[in-house]
């Protein structure tokens, strides 16, 4: 795979959605159409989205799409359209957590995070990315809190409440 792009001209406000599977264009326009809506409990908010939709993207994995997307410092979450997103009936993103893992954690200190490491990945639904990005972004929620929403659901994804 080749080398992939820095992300330009994202604003910060912005999510961030990648797209990284091109065999069902009809799921795509499903998926950037949900994105699209107003959110919040009575629908009051606009969306602000970062679509990357450029097959130079296809097939990339998530570490792929994590080391490019970590070169942006206001970022801290990333979502992806994967096979997985197109493939199913709730167009689910895989959500990335941007934070570089803790390779010099110290087991005298941290070897309850060495036992039990933190999600670095959930599903949300096209619905829910908005709030996942905004309470993350204003650092009001961590990753972990909405990853284990998700994990705690029935079908391991997570939904607007």
Do not use: K
């Not at 942006?72 to 994967?82: G, K, P, Q, S």
């Not at 990005?133 to 972990?144: K, T, Y």
């Amino acid at each position: 795979m080749n080398v992939l792009p820095e992300i330009v001209g994202r604003d910060d406000f912005a999510a961030l959605i990648i797209r990284t599977d091109y065999d069902d264009e009809a799921a795509w326009r499903a998926v950037v159409a949900e994105v699209a809506q107003p959110w919040g409990p009575d629908g009051e908010f606009e969306t602000y989205v970062h679509v990357v939709d450029d097959p130079v993207w296809a097939g990339a994995t998530p570490e792929a799409v994590l080391a490019t997307v970590r070169r942006d410092e206001e970022l801290c979450v990333v979502f992806v359209a994967d096979g997985a997103t197109m493939q199913s009936a709730h167009h689910a993103l895989l959500a990335l957590d941007i934070a570089a893992e803790d390779e010099d954690l110290d087991p005298m200190y941290d070897q309850e995070l060495i036992d039990s490491p933190q999600a670095r990945e959930f599903r949300a639904t096209p619905a829910a990315v908005h709030d996942v990005h905004a309470n993350l972004s204003i650092a009001n929620l961590d990753f972990e809190d909405f990853a284990e929403a998700a994990l705690a659901s029935p079908d391991g994804v997570l939904r607007p409440v």
